[in-house]
């Protein structure tokens, strides 16, 4: 079996000039220049086991949707209808990694009957042919979904689906083709779209990561994959691309440094391709907490609660130079650990005499992504009730600190920080330097989601950059019916159907060719909206404010 998803073997994310005497043909999967996945033989070792073989950054982060199941907001209408500036998207591709699509939708076929799909590479289903240059899973090319759709029974001949529906509705909402019936339709009707089904990760990584076999989550490996799946597509077919990544995750330091974030920020400064990522859904979840420690002893204590059934999670506590803390725990029922002092490598199991609960702590001194210190704490079978975690720097100096809590579904709303902070709840890859980040408002209100991520990154850049859209979208979803979306994954989506409308401008028809995704993103944040009086921007709500592309447009002296 390829190894890539044979459950036997542990992916690890590599950097090719560290590692190079391990990179061969039989062990690894080149990602770029840089970037590689290893692949090892997994022999069920226990967390502290792998924590002292492998650094934290190599194992793959894990990445939930972030929207749950009004054009004009935005001036999309107004453009549209332009005579002189009808964009609809004609000659641009829209890149969609999710949960699938349903081809079958009337949102993806045009008049004729026949798909606006491109290709799907679904990469969950391994009895098929995979994309040139890849391993694993199977791809359908327009022809073969044609050949599916005049079948009587399509599943028979392309059989891949959305069974989540995430990824038909972020599809729909970018680049759905006009319901007669209902009015509903995508931003850019005339795109067309090339899809990534991500395969669910391996039990192996739920594992290590202590993630319950049934969340719906996605491993970074195979989301570095389909980018480089994507931007194949539109290099052979010399056609630009806005790809639209409606996930997130609260694993990393929520700085500009993470594998994913770099690996994204590099192909957005090429020409003609774009990424539209989520500020995440995190913003009233309770799950950041914010520390600081400015007198002696330099001491300071937080407290987590932990709901009833939470069987599985992990605690990211991330400092700043050039503190180094200590770390001591306090379970529910009294029990304390020892002092966990920080260490270059360390990883310390406790159990305890009054419960059934055990944790695995890690206080890592240098995290060799970014330098800084992590102290990364596992549960498993936590003791319902209050946790307290007591800090303290061994430097004798004021320090601040960051905890999170996973995103999504990785955790229940039952548990919880007791006083946590809204600020700094952007998830990764949100918090990368050359994407678009997208924050969620409601139009009829014109106030921001509360669920909405806010800013700024942990190092103190602006993010997010503009708000869009986002609540009770309408959208298709499978089956052939519709519904609607909410949450910063739908307005992420919008914006990527604004972003193909700009391509069309720019490199359709000819006004600005070299136009490369970074340039993009600057545009949209000029262009932006900031006439309400209320607010002072850039903000960490609104960032530098309300997506508008007729004032884009404008202000390119159109």
């Known amino acids: ?12 994310i590599i950097d090719n000039s560290l590692l190079r005497d391990q990179i061969n043909e039989n062990n690894t999967t080149r990602l770029n220049d840089m970037y590689s996945i290893l692949h090892i033989l997994l022999e069920d070792p226990e967390p502290c ?21 009004g054009t004009d907001a935005a001036g999309v209408n107004s453009v549209q209808n332009n005579p002189y500036l009808a964009l609809y998207g004609q000659g641009i ?4 990694i999710d949960t699938g699509i349903d081809y079958r939708h009337p949102a993806f076929l045009d008049k004729n009957g026949d798909t606006r799909i491109v290709s799907i590479w679904d990469q969950s289903i391994q009895n098929g042919t995979p994309p040139a240059g890849f391993q694993y899973g199977t791809e359908y090319g327009r022809e073969i979904i044609n050949r599916a759709l005049q079948a009587e029974n399509p599943l028979d001949v392309v059989p891949t689906t ?28 005339q795109a067309e779209l090339v899809v990534v089904k991500l395969k ?47 996930f997130g995750s609260s694993q990393g330091s929520h700085s500009e440094f993470s594998t994913l974030n770099d690996y994204m920020d590099r192909i957005v400064l090429q020409p003609q391709i774009d990424i539209t990522v989520a500020a995440g859904n995190e913003g009233n979840k309770r799950r950041h907490y914010f520390g600081a420690s400015e007198t002696a002893p330099y001491s300071h204590s937080f407290e987590l609660k932990v709901g009833e059934n939470e069987k599985l999670f992990a605690l990211e506590i991330w400092s700043g130079l050039p503190a180094r803390l200590s770390v001591k725990i306090m379970s529910p029922t009294g029990e304390y650990t020892r002092v966990i ?22 206080n890592i001194t240098l995290e060799k992504e970014n330098g800084e210190q992590l102290i990364l704490i596992r549960f498993e079978n936590p003791h319902e009730g209050i946790w307290t975690f007591d800090l303290e720097n061994m430097e004798a100096e004021s320090y601040t600190f960051h905890a999170w809590l996973p995103s999504g579904d990785l955790i229940s709303d039952e548990t919880y920080f007791l006083k946590p902070s809204p600020y700094t709840t952007i998830t990764m890859p949100g918090t990368a330097n050359n994407l678009l980040t997208v924050t ?34 309408a959208c298709a979803m499978p089956n052939g019916l519709y519904g609607n979306l909410t949450g910063t994954g739908a ?14 401008w720019a490199v359709v028809r000819g006004n600005y060719t070299s136009i490369t995704g970074s340039d993009v993103n600057q545009l949209i944040i000029r262009g932006a909206d900031r006439s309400n009086a209320s607010y002072v921007f850039p903000n960490p709500n609104w960032g530098y404010g309300i997506l508008d592309i007729y004032g884009i447009l404008s202000k390119l002296n159109l």
């Not at 079996?1 to 690890?12: P, T």
């Not at 591709?93 to 969609?96: E, H, P, Q, R, Y």
Request: contains cysteine; hydrophobic residues 40%; negative net charge.
């Open 1 to 12: 079996m390829n190894k890539i998803v044979d459950e036997n073997y542990l992916d690890l």
């Open 49 to 69: 086991e792998l924590g002292e073989l492998y650094e934290y950054y190599s194992f793959p982060s894990l990445y939930t949707p972030m929207a749950q199941s």
């Open 93 to 96: 591709l829209v890149g969609v």
């Open 162 to 189: 959305d069974t989540n529906g995430h990824g038909t509705a972020i599809a729909s909402i970018i680049a759905g083709s006009l319901n007669e019936d209902n009015g509903v339709r995508g931003i850019v009707t």
């Open 200 to 246: 669910k990760p391996k039990k192996n990584l739920l594992k290590i990561s202590f993630v319950p076999e049934d969340a719906e989550c996605y491993q970074e490996t195979d989301i570095m994959l389909a980018m480089k799946y994507l931007e194949g597509i539109a290099r052979k077919l010399r056609r630009p691309i806005a790809i639209c990544f409606a």
């Open 341 to 362: 002092y920080p260490q270059l490598e360390s990883c310390y199991p406790f159990s305890f005499i009054f419960e059934e609960s055990k944790i695995w702590v890690n």
């Open 440 to 473: 969620a408002y409601d139009p009829q209100t014109n106030s921001i989601l509360a669920q909405s991520g806010w800013g700024y990154t942990r190092d103190w850049r602006v993010i997010p950059d503009v708000t869009a859209p986002g609540n009770i979208i």
């Open 491 to 504: 307005a992420t989506a919008f914006t990527t159907g604004v972003i193909a409308m700009l391509f069309e």
